[in-house]
């Protein structure tokens, strides 16, 4: 279906523009999230006491809409319900933002990750290293709050912990999370806020299909809590 501004939520669709031969696998992951939905459940869940029965969702496949970053960003600035981006990698979290900061110039930003997603500060390592939250960091136009969460040490350089310190992020650990401690940091942001879910942060045990399964990571349990 086309975007629909008289929906609640719009859920795009964007496949992967990663050419390193790792991540052509989520080119498929839009439909294959959209074939899992009707089996996830009712519309009222009785022991969260959710109901989304009355939330409009509307469903626009970029795959046949959009090619590119720069359309991406136009749709996410053109879109007034909630947006969901399902697919793709860190390469299309950059156009998110953009997109997301024509409307919401003090937006917010929280990547949930087992790494850091920075590196050197140089043109050519971001480009080469898909640094898109680095990109984010260098913008002065970006004046929101910065956090990264389920971060992993033993895939984390002290160089680049200190590159997000340093340029006003925040960084949550991944021995440090407990039951609450996600649901802290969104209810203490005022500003829009937009939310980066990488599979990565996930415990292999729980989610072996990506192309780095880590021993350690968030639990499914610990992911159902935060969604």
């Not at 110039?105 to 790494?115: E, G, H, K, R």
């Not at 990264?148 to 912990?161: C, D, L």
């Not at 940091?185 to 990506?210: A, E, K, Q, T």
Request: glycine letters at 8%; proline letters at 4%.
């Amino acid at each position: 279906q086309s975007m629909d501004n008289e929906c609640d939520i719009q859920i795009f669709g964007f496949g992967s523009h990663c050419e390193d031969g790792l991540t052509s696998g989520c080119d498929k992951g839009p439909e294959e999230v959209f074939k899992l939905l009707p089996k996830i459940g009712p519309l009222f869940n009785p022991e969260l006491n959710i109901d989304i029965s009355k939330l409009r969702i509307n469903w626009s496949g970029i795959h046949e809409i959009i090619d590119n970053h720069d359309d991406l960003s136009y749709h996410i600035s053109q879109c007034w319900a909630l947006p969901i981006i399902i697919g793709g990698t860190h390469d299309q979290s950059f156009a998110n933002v953009m997109g997301l900061m024509i409307n919401f110039p003090d937006l917010d930003v929280i990547n949930i990750d087992s790494n850091l997603n920075v590196h050197s500060n140089t043109d050519t390592d971001i480009d080469k290293n898909n640094c898109h939250f680095q990109e984010m960091l260098n913008l002065p136009s970006f004046i929101g709050q910065f956090d990264e969460f389920a971060i992993q040490g033993n895939q984390t350089s002290k160089f680049h912990s200190e590159y997000v310190i340093n340029n006003g992020g925040n960084i949550t650990y991944l021995k440090d999370i407990k039951s609450n401690t996600f649901h802290n940091i969104l209810y203490s942001r005022m500003n829009p806020l937009f939310v980066s879910f990488d599979l990565h942060s996930i415990c292999g045990s729980d989610c072996p299909g990506v192309n780095n399964p880590s021993v350690r990571g968030l639990k499914a349990e610990q992911v159902l809590n935060i969604c």
